[in-house]
């Protein structure tokens, strides 16, 4: 499965409802990874090949959005993006963790394996 394009609408409908919930609670199935980016960003250009890799790799087990910060000015308010790209790790439990940059593949996939696709001790 492709990357997917995510409006601010999307968002609050398959990720969290921040103008109705206070406390993060993710609404989807699997774990999630949304890529802030801009069409001008170099370092998002040259990550974004990654993250098609990785979505067709993880298929059925993650899911990994883009959101355009041109566009989606409200959403990227929301989370405070200053520089891009800018990656948001939701787990399916548990809170987000974000990281600015453009990391590599082989880091993205010890992220995605250790902290989205484990299950947490209880």
């Known amino acids: ?3 997917i394009k995510l409006t601010t609408e999307d968002f ?5 409802d921040y103008i109705n919930v206070k406390d993060w609670k993710y609404q989807g199935t699997v ?3 949304i890529d802030f980016y801009a069409d001008w960003c170099g370092p998002c250009k040259m990550v974004a090949p ?12 993650l899911v990994i959005y ?4 041109e566009k989606e000015l409200e ?3 929301v989370f405070g993006i200053r520089s891009i790209p800018t990656l948001l790790f939701i787990p399916v439990d548990g809170d987000p963790m974000m990281e ?3 990391y590599p593949k082989h880091v993205l996939k010890q ?4 902290q989205l696709l484990t299950t947490p001790e209880v």
């Open 1 to 3: 499965m492709p990357t």
């Open 12 to 16: 609050k409908e398959k990720v969290f």
């Open 31 to 33: 774990p999630a990874i």
């Open 50 to 61: 990654v993250l098609e890799e990785l979505a067709n790799e993880y298929e059925e087990k």
């Open 66 to 69: 883009k959101v355009d910060t």
């Open 75 to 77: 959403l990227s308010s």
């Open 100 to 102: 600015a940059g453009a």
């Open 111 to 114: 992220i995605i394996d250790e």
